[in-house]
């Protein structure tokens, strides 16, 4: 069975920095691209930032400049970092990753989230 293990939220004064990181847990042939997502209480599921297996990035343009997504393919995990945090971060951060099972099906996995709260 596959899942995604996250760490590193918590709470941040505006301006500060959080990294969040998601290692994929389980037997898998390989992974296709993993990334971030974040939902607010009472929004939508929105994309912050992915990676694919190039190490082609893309980000959210609320983030742009201000989060960096990286991966180390050999530990299967992908990295999250947070500069200059706003209120307007606050939310559940989700892992996502699409992965080729031991089987050679494709899979997408969700993380449970990990919550990030910017306040004073």
């Known amino acids: 069975q596959v899942h995604l293990v996250e760490s590193g939220g918590g709470l941040v004064q505006p301006g500060g920095s959080l990294k969040l990181s998601c290692t994929v847990s389980?037997?898998?042939?390989?992974?296709?691209?993993m990334g971030w997502y974040r939902q607010a209480p009472g929004d939508l599921r929105d994309l912050v930032a992915t990676i694919d297996s190039t190490g082609r990035t893309n980000y959210a343009d609320s983030v742009k400049d201000r989060f960096t997504i990286s991966r180390d393919n050999a530990k299967k995990t992908v990295y999250l970092q947070m500069n200059s945090l706003k209120p307007e971060d606050t939310a559940v951060y989700l892992c996502n990753a699409r992965v080729i099972t031991q089987w050679g099906r494709y899979l997408e996995v969700w993380g449970q989230g990990t919550l990030v709260t910017v306040s004073s």
């Open positions: 389980g037997n898998i042939s390989g992974i296709y691209s």
